[in-house]
């Protein structure tokens, strides 16, 4: 079993208060749930598709990372659009299951450094299927899912 240690850094653009970038993060199972989305855009409507998508990861972030993105893209990113990566990593095996559309980076650092190519796309507007792809993290190693 991996030791795990997370931390949330977020701050808005400028001089906005408020801002379409938001993180989910949730524990269960021995495994931990991580959704970022970055919603085009700032200020209030940006903030409030934004709030709605936290919404709906809140609930349902036990289900299916390529279900989840879909849902996403069908009807919680529309007008507006953004880019959006979720993942699930399981404590046990280190296994880190991702989806990932546009540019918020997944990488490892360690023994063995990767980074994660994700698919190009914009997530409610132009988005080809999502696909889930995997990363193994090892004891020792640190990951990062950043907003680019």
């Known amino acids: 079993m991996i030791k795990i240690d997370y ?5 808005p653009a400028c001089n906005e208060d408020r801002n379409g970038d938001f993180c989910v993060i949730k524990k269960l199972n021995g495994q931990l749930f991580v ?15 934004a709030a709605a998508c936290k919404k709906f990861l809140e609930k349902n ?3 299916d990372l390529v279900f989840l993105t879909q849902a996403l893209h069908k009807g919680m990113l ?12 399981d404590f046990k095996t280190g296994e880190l299951r991702y989806v990932g ?10 023994k063995h450094c990767e980074r994660a190519i994700l698919q190009d796309g914009v997530v409610g507007y132009i988005m080809p299927s999502p696909k889930e ?11 990062e899912i950043s907003d680019l």
Do not use: C, E, W
Not at 7 to 11: D, I, N
Not at 35 to 49: E, L, N
């Open 7 to 11: 931390f949330l850094a977020q701050r």
């Open 35 to 49: 959704g970022i989305v970055d919603v085009s855009g700032h200020g209030d409507s940006a903030y409030k598709i």
């Open 61 to 63: 972030y036990r289900k």
């Open 78 to 89: 529309k007008p507006r659009g953004g880019v959006a990566t979720l993942a699930r990593l």
């Open 101 to 110: 559309v546009g540019n918020i980076a997944v990488r490892k650092f360690g």
């Open 133 to 143: 792809n995997t990363m193994k993290l090892d004891d020792g190693d640190a990951g």
